[in-house]
């Protein structure tokens, strides 16, 4: 019924950019907040950042002036800017949504399948 579909992850050197987006795609009536989670190696996934309908954002303190989060919603696409990685920014990084679909009366969480980053010399 909904499909969140991640692209533009890969290999970057540290120092590097890389740009991740989100489209969701489906019977949806309406979409709610969406962020970006990651989870590397041996850790918990977490949140990185999450932005309202409206362009309000919150960040992770560890990706606070390195990443933006931004949304397209003519487009029903999310996207991450991340500059000046580091290697610790290495993990799977997964989409969520909040999701109202038109067949539904409440909203529901959604995740991508995940795309990987790694950040490498």
């Known amino acids: 019924q909904v499909q969140l579909v991640e692209s533009g992850g890969g290999l970057v050197q540290p120092g590097g950019s890389l740009r991740v987006s989100c489209a969701a795609s489906?019977?949806?009536?309406?979409?709610?907040?969406m962020g970006w989670y990651r989870q590397a190696p041996g850790k918990e996934r977490e949140l990185v950042a999450a932005i309202t309908p409206g362009g309000n954002t919150n960040y992770a303190d560890s990706v606070k002036g390195r990443f933006t989060i931004s949304r397209d919603n003519a487009k029903s696409t999310l996207y991450l800017q991340m500059n000046s990685l580091k290697p610790e920014d290495t993990a799977v990084y997964y989409c969520n949504a909040d999701i109202r679909l038109r067949s539904e009366l409440a909203s529901r969480a959604y995740w991508g399948q995940g795309t990987q980053v790694t950040v490498s010399s």
């Open positions: 489906g019977s949806i009536f309406s979409i709610y907040a």
